[in-house]
């Protein structure tokens, strides 16, 4: 009777967390009496704790599964396994698309309890990686980023969502920062991811491309940039008509590009070099108005040879078009908004 009545009165300690209706109820009986013998933080409680939630889950009511889980590590905070009972709780709502109760949980893992390996894999880390997924707060994911460069190095080589490793991290944490007007630091994280050569950004190409021009930008002088449009216009036809090649030196762009339009964006870096000094000595007229292909953002000014005959490259593209767009830049007032000349494409337009 003493046997009966001691198991009675546990059973009714569990009981608030079981549904009498669900196909769960005896194997999650049979699971809570074994807290009872497996008293210490090991192996065999952090099993059957496992098997406990597996089967809450499975009875799909997060009311039951957030009560055990909370009360669980509130009477037994120095479960070294909590962080991952916590992840498992995270993982729950994640599931059912509450990410607000998820994103909670995840940085309760990280913050509030002590990192661990199960499976070979950081409990901190796998947090995090979702964290940055579904956190949109900037200054948030910065704290992850962070986080994940300072203390799980190791596991980003190791992880399948970083095939760049830690580059690929520097390279998001930047964005971040961009997104957070802490535009010195997203420089410096930058040049950090460029020095990682071999990393590619899935989903976006030209990530490093767009990149070097940004860090380019931000130590170049910026003189050639100009408030607005016929300003610049007029300086660069100027140069060009007196043949000063110094002169129209000021209105290039720092990445100033000579490409053909069946260039890819890629071929910037490598497009045709030509300095000032050719092409001040080059007969060359202005088209009067901007090509109608122009817009609030780009323009497009329609060039070509008095006598297209005079020099090999006009022979093979008669017509040329100047390009130039305006500058975004928003770290400083002063250049954001401007224009620049970009560069000049070559041949009739496509």
Same mark, same amino acid.
């Given at each position: 009777?003493?046997?009966?009545?001691?198991?009675?009165?546990?059973?009714?300690?569990?009981?608030?967390?079981?549904?009498?209706?669900?196909?769960?109820?005896?194997?999650?009986?049979?699971?809570?009496?074994?807290?009872?013998?497996?008293?210490?933080? =090991? &192996? @065999?409680?952090?099993?059957? /704790?496992? !098997? #406990?939630?597996?089967? %809450?889950? $499975?009875?799909?009511?997060?009311?039951?599964?957030?009560?055990?889980?909370?009360?669980?590590?509130?009477?037994?905070?120095?479960?070294?396994?909590?962080?991952?009972?916590?992840?498992?709780?995270?993982?729950?709502?994640?599931?059912?698309?509450?990410?607000?109760?998820?994103?909670?949980?995840?940085?309760?893992?990280?913050?509030?309890?002590?990192?661990?390996?199960?499976?070979?894999?950081?409990?901190?880390?796998?947090?995090?990686?979702?964290?940055?997924?579904?956190?949109?707060?900037?200054?948030?994911?910065?704290?992850?980023?962070?986080?994940?460069?300072?203390?799980?190095?190791?596991?980003?080589?190791? =992880? &399948? @969502?970083?095939?760049?490793? /830690?580059? !690929? #991290?520097?390279?998001? %944490?930047? $964005?971040?920062?961009?997104?957070?007007?802490?535009?010195?630091?997203?420089?410096?994280?930058?040049?950090?991811?460029?020095?990682?050569?071999?990393?590619?950004?899935?989903?976006?190409?030209?990530?490093?491309?767009?990149?070097?021009?940004?860090?380019?930008?931000?130590?170049?002088?910026?003189?050639?940039?100009?408030?607005?449009?016929?300003?610049?216009?007029?300086?660069?036809?100027?140069?060009?008509?007196?043949?000063?090649?110094?002169?129209?030196?000021?209105?290039?762009?720092?990445?100033?590009?000579?490409?053909?339009?069946?260039?890819?964006?890629?071929?910037?870096?490598?497009?045709?070099?030509?300095? =000032?000094?050719?092409?001040?000595?080059?007969?060359?007229?202005?088209?009067?108005? %901007?090509?109608?292909?122009?817009?609030?953002?780009?323009?497009?000014?329609?060039?070509?040879?008095?006598?297209?005959?005079?020099?090999?490259?006009?022979?093979?593209?008669?017509?040329?078009?100047?390009?130039?767009?305006?500058?975004?830049?928003?770290?400083?007032?002063?250049?954001?908004?401007?224009?620049?000349?970009?560069?000049?494409?070559?041949?009739?337009?496509?």
């Amino acid at each position: 009777m003493l046997t009966l009545f001691l198991l009675s009165c546990k059973y009714n300690e569990y009981s608030q967390y079981i549904d009498k209706k669900s196909e769960n109820r005896v194997k999650l009986e049979q699971l809570f009496p074994l807290l009872d013998k497996y008293t210490d933080y =090991s &192996e @065999n409680r952090f099993t059957v /704790i496992s !098997e #406990i939630i597996t089967n %809450l889950i $499975k009875q799909n009511n997060s009311g039951s599964l957030n009560l055990f889980i909370n009360s669980y590590i509130q009477e037994n905070p120095d479960d070294p396994y909590n962080a991952y009972y916590i992840l498992n709780l995270a993982s729950y709502y994640l599931n059912q698309n509450n990410t607000d109760f998820a994103k909670l949980y995840l940085r309760d893992a990280v913050l509030k309890y002590k990192d661990l390996i199960i499976k070979g894999e950081s409990i901190h880390f796998k947090a995090l990686e979702i964290l940055v997924n579904i956190t949109s707060d900037s200054d948030d994911k910065i704290f992850y980023y962070n986080k994940i460069i300072t203390e799980h190095s190791d596991s980003v080589i190791k =992880s &399948e @969502n970083y095939k760049g490793g /830690i580059g !690929e #991290i520097y390279y998001y %944490l930047g $964005k971040s920062l961009e997104k957070s007007e802490r535009w010195d630091e997203a420089i410096a994280v930058y040049e950090k991811y460029l020095k990682y050569t071999n990393v590619v950004i899935k989903n976006d190409p030209t990530a490093r491309e767009i990149t070097q021009r940004k860090v380019g930008f931000y130590h170049s002088n910026k003189k050639w940039v100009h408030k607005d449009l016929d300003t610049l216009l007029n300086r660069i036809k100027y140069a060009i008509a007196v043949r000063n090649p110094q002169l129209l030196d000021n209105y290039r762009a720092f990445d100033f590009f000579i490409i053909n339009w069946k260039s890819k964006y890629s071929d910037l870096i490598s497009s045709y070099p030509m300095e =000032s000094s050719v092409l001040t000595s080059m007969s060359i007229r202005t088209s009067k108005d %901007l090509d109608p292909m122009s817009n609030e953002n780009e323009a497009y000014l329609s060039v070509w040879g008095n006598n297209p005959w005079s020099n090999g490259i006009w022979l093979v593209y008669p017509t040329w078009y100047f390009y130039f767009k305006k500058v975004d830049y928003p770290m400083d007032p002063e250049i954001n908004g401007g224009w620049e000349w970009a560069g000049i494409y070559l041949g009739e337009k496509l």
